[in-house]
């Protein structure tokens, strides 16, 4: 069964203070892993999908790393409107996403 | 321009009542799925469906069913609401046939039952 652990649960940094998220995966076959970001009240919005270990995505101030066990999303000088839960979830030989339990960010001003 | 569309935004209903939620998807897609997010934020999938076949979560109760009338809709009714079914309730769709396994969400649909 894939499974997909999210840390820390909840993350409060100040405008500016960069920091990492860490999603730790177990897959048979992935197809994929995949980065979301949640705001209040809406529907996950997608950011990244990575393939394979060794590849990175960016975009704007989120870069998204991927080893064999882990991913990172890590955001650099984040700002207050970076603030949002961030979903991980991962595609395996089910061909379904399996979701972690998310990392609500807190960017305080 | 919406990609993921679903409706109602909120449903508010008495226990045993049976309910509908629609979904619809102008992105093309081949597959389409629904997802229940509880009050953790947990989002667990609860099935998936493209035109050759539907997969259930073995979780899901059987008063769920889901009914695709076209490629581009798939609507969740819901039998017999239990106040346990109060969640956030999300529509999804991908191009997993591709092998293209992102999924694009709606917005969710709130669903209190009490």
């Known amino acids: 069964e894939d499974q997909v652990t999210q840390s820390p649960e909840a993350l409060r940094l100040q405008e500016g203070e960069s920091s990492s998220l860490n999603c730790s995966y177990t897959?048979?076959?992935?197809?994929?892993l995949f980065w979301y970001r949640q705001d209040p009240g809406k529907g996950p919005e997608f950011l990244f999908t990575l393939y394979s270990a060794g590849e990175e995505k960016e975009k704007e101030r989120l870069k998204a790393t991927l080893t064999k066990k882990e991913s990172f999303l890590h955001i650099t000088a984040p700002k207050p409107e970076d603030s949002a839960t961030y979903l991980c979830a991962v595609a395996g030989s089910a061909r379904q996403l399996t979701f972690g339990s998310g990392t609500q960010l807190t960017v305080l001003p | 321009d919406t990609a993921v569309s679903q409706t109602p935004k909120y449903l508010v209903t008495q226990m045993g009542n049976d309910k509908s939620i629609k979904c619809e998807q102008n992105?093309?897609?081949?597959?389409m799925y629904w997802y229940k997010q509880d009050s953790k934020k947990f989002l667990k999938i609860m099935f998936s469906y493209n035109n050759k076949e539907l997969i259930i979560n073995e979780t899901v109760p059987n008063r769920f069913s889901p009914k695709s009338p076209d490629k581009a809709h798939l609507n969740l009714h819901i039998n017999s609401l239990e106040l346990g079914d109060s969640a956030v309730y999300f529509c999804a769709s991908s191009q997993a046939e591709r092998g293209s396994y992102e999924q694009y969400f709606g917005p969710g649909t709130r669903l209190t039952v009490t």
């Open positions: 897959v048979s076959g992935l197809r994929g």
């Open positions: 992105l093309g897609h081949d597959t």
